[in-house]
């Protein structure tokens, strides 16, 4: 193997595969800063690694390695006296705090099943829990509270932008199926005053929603509805949204949730599908790559093309007029669809 790098030279090949293979101690630095609250902390200035220790409960020593490594992973920074602080990185953790909760608590188990899931096919997650993914989220609490905070902090994001590319303006009523804590649902209501919402989702989630919702201010123009999604929907509404529902699902149930869509919908009904639309190659949309190995891990689901989703919605009775991107990072679309 070729020498260790210095900071100020890229690293050579092996060197960088290393780093990768360490990626499990990566997850695990940034987990546990997450659940200690060490960012929070150091959001009014740097702190020396004792006070931080002092401050969080936990042995000083085994922290300040902790610390250090995410010094390394440019999540802080580390003064010669002992102190640290938050990079612009690192700034970040409070607001994907759920991200990195459920990441270290749920997923990081369930990786370790890729390997059987590319062997065997299926999704990883059950091959280590025991248990479908949404069913572990209905028996563990904590983790569905983890879970639906990484949603939510991933939604506030996305809303924004699926908002600036589309027009929700004329529309009446709104459907948001499968909608979580209403994250989206909420965006869209204050940007069309004259619109009224329903959000349908597990009965788990509306409590949730329903906070959120009052919260956002907009819970007096919302009907919660708590339903399988899979089997029937609210009738006669002027749109339905699917946003980041289909990924989760694969080709059956995916056409199970459309053609549900689609017997709500009336003739004049749009259907908007809120999705990564895969890439040709991979380097064009990295986001998209990484959530589409998520829905193998977590469901033996997947992420779709432009030419994968203009089929499904074809097999339901729905015809794709047109393919909005947004500004997110994640490479979303929008894709209208409206009944044959």
Not at 81 to 109: M, W
Not at 222 to 239: H, I, M, N, R, T
Not at 242 to 250: G, N
Request: aromatic fraction near 6%; charged fraction near 20%.
């Amino acid at each position: 193997m070729s020498e260790r790098p210095t900071d100020t030279e890229p690293p050579a090949p092996p060197w960088r595969l290393l780093h990768l293979m360490d990626g499990f101690v990566t997850t695990q630095l940034i987990y546990a800063a997450a659940k200690l609250g060490i960012a929070e902390l150091l959001a009014a200035g740097a702190r020396h690694g004792d006070e931080i220790a002092a401050a969080v409960g936990v042995a000083p020593g085994p922290l300040r390695r902790v610390l250090r490594g995410l010094v390394v992973e440019d999540v802080l920074t580390e003064g010669a006296d002992g102190h640290f602080a938050l990079t612009p990185i690192g700034e970040s953790l409070p607001a994907l705090r759920g991200a990195a909760l459920v990441r270290g608590e749920v997923y990081y188990q369930g990786a370790a099943a890729l390997l059987d899931s590319v062997r065997a096919g299926g999704p990883a997650f059950p091959r280590v829990y025991g248990e479908t993914f949404f069913d572990h989220l209905d028996h563990h609490a904590d983790h569905q509270a983890a879970f639906e905070a990484s949603m939510a902090g991933r939604a506030a994001q996305e809303a924004e932008d699926v908002v600036a590319a589309y027009d929700f303006g004329g529309l009446g009523r709104l459907v948001d199926v499968g909608g979580g804590r209403g994250v989206l649902l909420a965006t869209i209501l204050r940007a069309a005053p004259a619109l009224v919402g329903t959000l349908v989702d597990r009965e788990a989630v509306i409590p949730m929603a329903h906070q959120h919702l009052e919260t956002a201010g907009v819970a007096d123009r919302v009907e919660l509805v708590a339903g399988d999604f899979l089997a029937a929907l609210p009738a006669g509404a002027d749109a339905y949204v699917l946003s980041r529902v289909l990924h989760d699902w694969d080709d059956d149930d995916a056409a199970r949730i459309l053609t549900a869509c689609r017997r709500a919908m009336t003739a004049t009904s749009r259907l908007l599908v809120v999705e990564a639309v895969l890439p040709e190659r991979a380097r064009d949309a990295p986001a998209a790559i990484r959530m589409d190995l998520h829905m193998l891990l977590l469901f033996g689901a997947r992420e779709r093309s432009e030419a994968e989703f203009r089929h499904l919605l074809g097999a339901a009775g729905l015809e794709v007029g047109q393919v909005v991107p947004t500004g997110s990072p994640a490479g979303l679309s929008i894709i209208e669809a409206t009944p044959r």
